[in-house]
């Protein structure tokens, strides 16, 4: 069993800079890919970020590329998300999750473990 906790979320102005932590239990973690997904307040979950088992192969959706960065520490069994160059439209909770599949995923249902989700709120 995977249990993941979010960390890093907060305020921050336009522009700004965020970066966010995911910390996974189990012993297993390097053999997991990792994704960072977000949901506004009335909309559907979505994909960000996805990084496969060894961390050499990252996925972005195109709302974010160029500004977000998913990378992965195994041997401390994290996956962080640096957000640069914020806007208002991404105001979210962001949510860490573990796939049991070593291949990277943009699709959600490929993801088992989900964590708590941590809210990131940018001002203009």
């Known amino acids: 069993q995977v249990q993941l906790v979010e960390s890093g979320g907060g305020l921050v102005q336009a522009g700004g800079s965020l970066r966010l932590s995911c910390a996974a239990s189990?012993?297993?973690?390097?053999?997991?890919?990792m994704g960072w997904f977000r949901q506004a307040p009335g909309k559907e979950r979505e994909f960000v970020a996805a990084?496969?088992?060894?961390?050499?192969?990252?996925s972005y959706a195109d709302s974010v590329k160029g500004r977000f960065t998913i990378s992965r520490d195994n041997a401390e069994s994290t996956v962080s998300l640096q957000m640069n160059s914020l806007n208002p439209e991404d105001t979210s909770v962001y949510y860490c999750?573990?796939?049991?599949?070593?291949?990277?995923?943009?699709?959600?249902?490929?993801?088992?473990?989900w964590g708590q989700g941590t809210p990131v709120t940018v001002s203009s």
């Open positions: 999750a573990a796939s049991t599949y070593a291949r990277a995923t943009y699709r959600q249902y490929d993801y088992s473990y």
């Open positions: 990084i496969n088992w060894s961390g050499r192969v990252t």
């Open positions: 189990g012993r297993t973690f390097s053999s997991y890919a």
